[in-house]
């Protein structure tokens, strides 16, 4: 391999080091040595020009991108050509360090101190397997995954030294064209031959998106017998687990995973959903701050993933029967929420989010956590009313924790709305907030469903002017949906008209329109609801006398 004529980058924070990687290069005969000081400046850099190598130090200061999340942004960005040979480097040899590292798919990763040999081979070994699978990166880039997969194929049907790597590129094609029949055809040879790391690992996670989920368990035990220290072989196992509703079994491997390897994305979002969906919310706290720290410097970063480590201490105060731990995590709840009006991380990524009003629905579910329904809808209903008047659409930072308090105050009809606007904005929506979500409603059918057999019962015995029995239907609805404005309106529709049909209004109807009153008076109201009670309230006034 020639190195002079290669363009090289070298990202170091520490100078003495810095100049001994340039050094380095300088002696393998490379002439064109570019360094910085930080991942920000490389991005900035790799936006203007394209190079051969890169090489990165893991750690670059405690307040800038490290190079997990430069390698992450470099190819996100498509800011690195296919052929960039892109070398971490690190002097902390700690598991969770190394394993984190080899996640990122470095094309190496070398822990300091190092020789310029073992530095030379690495490289070179790298760039000719970038080489070879040139074309195929190049097809990846474009999109064009079924021309990549035709391309891999016919150089599996050549020899060379670089099989084991076309081969794990094919399996991931195949996934993310959603064949994984034809990722198993690709490691056939693996199941039953040579226990080779990367295959049984992608045997396995081929078994999940198979629903094989007895064999993917079988497998990961398996690769976990040879080697324990395994984080892919745990995620799988919490995944095939949690499939089979082993749900005390998912979140002990994917705890595992997390103490193996803690600086992965994806994995965390999976432990707030297997947290969730078993009831260890604390799983899901612990997992939701570390989505935000480990996504707020990186092409993932998103208000959403700040807001998430909110509503996860407001879940466990919320299914806590314990006075002082409600308590506790709502104060944590709290304390984030104010911290948020100083976060330099929140106010870069989104400038136009406002944390005050997203403290409002943050109150409405705290009043609802502590039974104070009429309270928490105030704050929900002054919250929504904000939205509207700040924003044409409403961002999807405030909509999975609106959702989650109009669920609990039985506005189900808002609260579907949202669910609707949501599922049309596609991929917007991160995977912790779906996950609570997707969650949420479920558990909500059974009373939204019957709220709804009961409205509308309600309304076909009100429009066939019986209207004791819309009464009747429209307080059962009530039962489902304590403070929904809707049916409140709808039942005070049916007190007029009974009020109109008697002459008069006895006690008990007052009454009931006192606390029918009670659950709207001073509410912010959408123009629709407002114009009608305004009508209703003028017209029992006449019975009433109020």
């Not at 203007?48 to 200061?61: A, E, Q, S």
């Not at 595992?256 to 706290?285: M, Q, T, V």
């Not at 466990?316 to 308590?327: G, H, L, M, V, Y």
Request: glycine share 4%; aromatic share 8%.
């Amino acid at each position: 391999m020639q190195f002079s004529n290669k363009q090289v980058l070298i990202v170091e924070d520490q100078r003495p080091f810095l100049l001994l990687l340039k050094g380095l290069m300088h002696s393998m005969g490379v002439s064109d040595v570019v360094t910085k000081s930080s991942a920000e400046q490389a991005v900035s850099l790799c936006k203007k020009h394209k190079f051969d190598i890169i090489i990165c130090d893991l750690h670059l200061g405690a307040d800038n991108k490290n190079g997990y999340e430069l390698i992450e942004e470099l190819r996100t960005g498509s800011l690195i050509s296919p052929t960039t040979v892109f070398i971490l480097i690190s002097a902390d040899s700690a598991r969770p360090i190394v394993l984190g590292s080899i996640e990122r798919r470095p094309d190496d990763f070398l822990i300091k101190p190092f020789s310029q040999v073992q530095l030379k081979s690495r490289i070179v070994r790298a760039f000719q397997k970038r080489e070879f699978l040139k074309q195929a990166y190049t097809l990846i880039n474009k999109g064009e995954l079924n021309s990549a997969i035709d391309h891999i194929e016919a150089l599996l049907d050549a020899p060379s030294h670089y099989k084991g790597h076309c081969e794990q590129l094919l399996v991931e094609l195949y996934w993310r064209i959603d064949q994984p029949q034809k990722a198993l055809d690709v490691l056939n040879s693996y199941i039953d031959g040579k226990p080779v790391l990367w295959a049984q690992v992608a045997i396995g996670k081929t078994y999940l998106q198979l629903k094989d989920y007895e064999k993917a368990i079988s497998v990961a035990k398996k690769t976990l017998k040879r080697n324990r220290f395994n984080a892919d072989a745990h995620d799988i196992l919490a995944q095939a687990y949690q499939a089979i509703t082993s749900g005390e079994k998912a979140v002990e491997a994917i705890k595992e995973a997390i103490k193996l390897s803690p600086y992965s994305l994806p994995r965390h979002f999976k432990a707030c959903e297997i947290g969730r969906d078993n009831e260890d919310l604390l799983l899901a706290a612990s997992s939701s701050l570390a989505i935000w720290d480990l996504s707020k410097r990186t092409v993932h970063k998103n208000s959403l993933h700040w807001c998430g480590i909110i509503r996860s201490y407001l879940d466990i105060a919320e299914f806590s029967e314990d006075k002082k731990q409600r308590n506790k995590y709502q104060q944590e709840a709290l304390l984030t929420l104010q911290r948020g009006k100083f976060d330099e991380h929140l106010q870069k990524i989104d400038r136009d989010f406002d944390v005050s009003i997203f403290g409002k629905i943050v109150n409405a579910r705290i009043s609802a956590i502590d039974g104070k329904l009429i309270e928490a809808k105030r704050h929900l209903a002054l919250s929504q009313n904000l939205l509207d008047e700040k924003y044409t659409d409403v961002p999807t930072a405030y909509i999975p924790d609106s959702i989650n308090v109009m669920f609990k105050l039985g506005e189900f009809d808002d609260a579907v709305q949202l669910n609707t606007l949501l599922e049309s904005r596609g991929d917007e929506l991160d995977q912790n907030s779906a996950s609570m979500l997707r969650k949420q409603s479920q558990d909500a059918q059974k009373s939204l469903a019957s709220y709804q057999q009961f409205n509308r019962e309600g309304i076909q015995h009100y429009q066939e002017k019986d209207y004791e029995r819309a009464k009747a239907s429209f307080a059962l609805a009530q039962g489902f949906a304590p403070v929904n404005t809707g049916v409140a309106l709808n039942l005070l529709q049916c007190l007029l008209q009974i009020a109109v049909k008697e002459g008069k209004a006895d006690a008990n109807l007052i009454n009931e329109c006192k606390r029918l009153f009670k659950l709207i008076d001073d509410m912010t109201l959408k123009a629709p609801y407002k114009e009608k009670y305004v009508n209703l309230r003028d017209e029992l006034s006449q019975y009433i006398g109020f």
